[in-house]
Nanobody, 119 residues
Framework: QVQLVESGGGLVQAGGSLRLSCAAS????????MGWFRQAPGKEREFVAT????????YYADSVNGRFTISKDNARNTVYLQMNSLKPEDTAVYYC????????????WGQGTQVTVSS
């Protein structure tokens, strides 16, 4: 079974940067997409960014486009999220997820990592 572990969250001032990492277990093969989602207190979970594993395709939410960059290390089954120009509204628990193929949804989730942006 796939296991996902997020890291890199923390407390940062508005305008600062953080880099999140998500490592998938060695059991994971044939990844289609990996992605990042977030959930703020009292709000629904929302899409942040995704990246195609075998190609160059990426997608970003309008709210983060131009500030966040998703990247990958295929050999290590790891996805990253570089977050720049952070805003207080970016405060949320960030979750990593995995999509096995085009016929299935994002069915595997990590435990989440907290990002808090002050001022």
């Amino acid at each position: 079974q796939v296991q996902l572990v997020e890291s890199g969250g923390g407390l940062v001032q508005a305008g600062g940067s953080l880099r999140l990492s998500c490592a998938a277990s060695e059991r994971t093969f044939s990844i289609y997409y990996m992605g990042w989602f977030r959930q703020a207190p009292g709000k629904e979970r929302e899409f942040v960014a995704t990246i195609e594993w075998s190609g160059p395709t990426t997608y970003y939410a309008d709210s983060v486009n131009g500030r966040f960059t998703i990247s990958k290390d295929n050999a290590r089954n790891t996805v990253y999220l570089q977050m720049n120009s952070l805003k207080p509204e970016d405060t949320a628990v960030y979750y990593c997820s995995y999509r096995a193929d085009e016929f299935r949804d994002y069915d595997y989730w990590g435990q989440g990592t907290q990002v808090t942006v002050s001022s």
